[in-house]
């Protein structure tokens, strides 16, 4: 499959009170044409800033290392102007609650047709006339009323589709959705998925869905990748991971969420998110694993493919004990004899 976007080993750090604080740690992951692909993963994971740095929204960042192409194009290699030409006409972007991402200020019309009329180089009243075509096929009715209101005066619901039209109003070739379900209650949440992902079919789009939830990633995304301190952990068909789990984190992850359909408890995971100013030097998830081996306090291991038995697509993992069928079924380790040397791959192999 051909990649629009590929991002390849991309580390970017912060400055904080004269301290680094690494966001990314070589992150490496793509999105296919007419592909849907999730990030999962706790708050502070690296998420958001992964697709932030695809946007150029990071002005105080430090980009250490890395490549990112978009179309063929190198994306940091762009001036500013060519990122703006990008951004929103080529790359679309929900952020994380409407209300605070919409200027409260101006009309709903207004910030809609502000994109239209800069992109396409049209009149007012065609943008005005798309911008009421585009509220009306996100199932928003009163269309002439709505674009005259200003942002409190809608509902959460209504907010998030003018939000999901503002974006698909522009036809870019990807979507980037920012936890757009947040703060929505589930029947809203429901609403908004069926409507975000017909119209990305439909546009003939690609789209990257970021969230904590993995029930929602796991209901509209082909592939995910689980983003732990900055990296990458765990990647491979959205079924297949959430299904049959091979890193510690994301089996945590998976047993963190009640479930109505299984009879077992919640598992929670032990301990908090490492300090992204002082990083372990071995596997960042290993002071809270209970898979941990001697040698992940040392080395942190580097994601490799996995090919496992019965697995319906490509995975990969960085672990150096990746977790049994068993293991992740129950949520806890079994005692298994681990040699020094063994591979990872031979590891999976007898698993």
């Not at 200020?105 to 502000?114: D, F, H, P, S, W």
């Not at 069928?325 to 999976?348: F, I, K, L, N, Y």
């Amino acid at each position: 499959m051909t990649e629009l976007l590929q991002i390849d080993d991309l580390a970017i750090r912060f400055r904080s009170y004269g301290h680094d604080i690494n966001v990314l740690n070589g992150v490496s992951y793509s999105v296919g044409w007419k592909e849907s692909v999730g990030l999962v993963g706790e708050s502070g994971s690296g998420k958001s800033v992964t697709n932030l740095a695809v946007m150029g929204l990071l002005p105080t960042a430090v980009i250490d290392r890395g490549r990112m192409r978009f179309d063929g194009q190198d994306i940091l290699a762009m001036g500013p102007a060519r990122r703006r030409r990008l951004r929103g006409r080529q790359i679309g972007m929900i952020f994380q609650d409407p209300m605070n991402s919409l200027n409260p200020v101006l009309k709903i019309g207004r910030q809609i047709e502000e994109g239209i009329i800069l992109h396409f180089r049209v009149s007012r009243s065609e943008a005005r006339r798309r911008a009421a075509d585009i509220l009306a096929r996100c199932e928003l009715s009163d269309t002439d009323v709505l674009l005259n209101k200003y942002p409190h005066e809608l509902s959460g619901g209504m907010l998030q589709r003018v939000m999901i039209a503002a974006a698909l109003v522009l036809e870019p070739k990807l979507l980037i959705a920012d936890e757009p379900t947040t703060a929505l209650d589930v029947t809203v949440q429901a609403q908004m998925l069926d409507l975000m992902s017909s119209r990305v079919r439909e546009a003939g789009a690609s789209m990257v869905l970021i969230s904590h939830d993995l029930g929602v990633v796991a209901s509209v995304t082909d592939r995910v990748n689980v983003m732990y301190a900055g990296s990458i952990v765990e990647s491979g068909p959205s079924i297949e991971v959430f299904l049959r789990p091979m890193h510690p984190y994301t089996v945590g992850l998976v047993h963190s969420i009640p479930s109505l359909s299984e009879d077992r408890g919640v598992v929670p995971i032990d301990g908090s998110p490492p300090d992204l100013a002082a990083l372990p030097p071995g596997c960042p998830f290993a002071p809270r694993c209970r898979w941990r081996l001697p040698v992940c306090d040392r080395i942190k291991p580097a994601m490799e493919p996995i090919h496992r038995s019965g697995a319906a697509g490509s995975r990969a993992i960085a672990c150096h004990n990746p977790v049994s069928d068993r293991e992740a079924a129950s949520g806890t380790p079994e005692p298994r004899a681990v040699s020094a040397g063994v591979t990872q791959a031979d590891r999976m192999a007898g698993l």
